[in-house]
C-alpha cells in the first residue's frame, strides 16, 4: 500500500532539500570567494559537525524508536513484556549490524569506481584555489600590459577561470568528476532511505537528519563541480 499524507510530503520534500545541498555545493565555482573560505579547515569543522548530528540521531532517536516498534510488532500473547523487550534489543542490534555491513559493502563499490573519491574531496580545494590564483595573476598582467600588448591580446577569451590544459588532464578530471558523481549517488542511496524513514516515524528526527547530510552533500557537489568544471571549461556541465 502506497503511503500518502504529510508526513510524506515532509519525508519527500527533506530528501529534495539534501538533494538540493549538493546542487548548492556545486555552485561554489561560480564565485573564488567561496572557493577559498571553502579551505579543509571550514570543511573539516562542517564534516564533523553534520557527523556528530547524524551518529547522535542514529543512535539516540532512531535506534531507540526502532527497539520500541520491534518490540511492539514482535509481542504475542504468550510472551512476556520483558521477553519481547529483549527480542526487540536483539532484532534492532542484528538491524543495526547489517546496516553497518551494508554501508561497508557499499563503500568498497565506491572506492572501485572512484579510488580517490574521498582524498580528493578536500585536497582539490587546494589546486582549485591555485588555478584561480593562477588565472587572476594572468589577467592582472594583462590589464597592466603597454597599449601594445593590449591590442595584441584583444582576442576574445573564455570566461571564468578555465585552465590552459592538454586533452589528457581535461579527460583524467572530467572522468574523475563523472566517477565522483557516480559514487556520491551510490553512497547517497541509503541516506535518502534513512532520512524517508526518519521522517515518517518522526519530522523532528527526519529534519534532524537532512541538516547534517546536507552539510555533508555540500562538500560532495564541491568534488563533482569543480573537476568537471575545470576540465570543460562550463560552470552549467559541473552543475548538471
Not at 76 to 82: A, G, K, S
Request: aromatic content about 6%.
Amino acid at each position: 500500500m502506497i503511503q500518502t499524507g504529510h508526513a510524506v510530503a515532509v519525508a519527500f520534500a527533506l530528501n529534495i532539500a539534501t538533494g538540493a545541498a549538493t546542487i548548492l555545493g556545486g555552485m561554489v565555482i561560480f564565485s573564488k570567494r567561496l572557493v577559498y573560505l571553502a579551505n579543509p579547515l571550514s570543511l573539516a569543522v562542517a564534516l564533523s559537525i553534520s557527523s556528530g548530528v547524524m551518529m547522535f540521531i542514529s543512535l539516540v532517536e532512531i535506534f531507540g524508536e526502532s527497539v520500541n516498534l520491534l518490540t511492539e510488532g514482535l509481542h504475542t500473547e504468550d510472551m512476556t513484556e520483558e521477553t519481547a523487550t529483549g527480542h526487540g534489543w536483539l532484532a534492532a542490534t542484528a538491524c543495526f549490524a547489517v546496516g553497518i555491513a551494508l554501508i561497508y559493502a557499499i563503500d568498497v563499490v565506491v572506492h572501485k569506481l572512484s579510488p580517490e573519491h574521498e582524498m580528493t574531496e578536500i585536497e582539490n580545494l587546494g589546486d582549485i584555489r591555485e588555478s584561480m590564483e593562477q588565472c587572476e595573476s594572468e589577467k592582472m598582467n594583462v590589464k597592466t600590459s603597454t597599449p601594445c600588448i593590449e591590442a595584441q591580446v584583444q582576442t576574445p577569451q573564455p570566461t571564468g577561470y578555465y585552465i590552459n590544459m592538454d586533452e589528457s588532464a581535461k579527460r583524467a578530471l572530467q572522468r574523475m568528476g563523472v566517477l565522483s558523481a557516480l559514487a556520491i549517488g551510490i553512497h547517497n542511496l541509503p541516506e535518502g532511505i534513512a532520512t524517508y524513514v526518519g521522517a515518517i516515524q518522526n519530522s523532528s528526527v527526519g529534519f534532524s537528519l537532512a541538516v547534517g547530510i546536507g552539510l555533508h552533500n555540500i562538500l560532495e557537489g564541491i568534488a563533482v563541480a569543480a573537476p568537471i568544471y575545470f576540465a570543460t571549461g562550463s560552470r552549467w556541465r559541473g552543475i548538471l
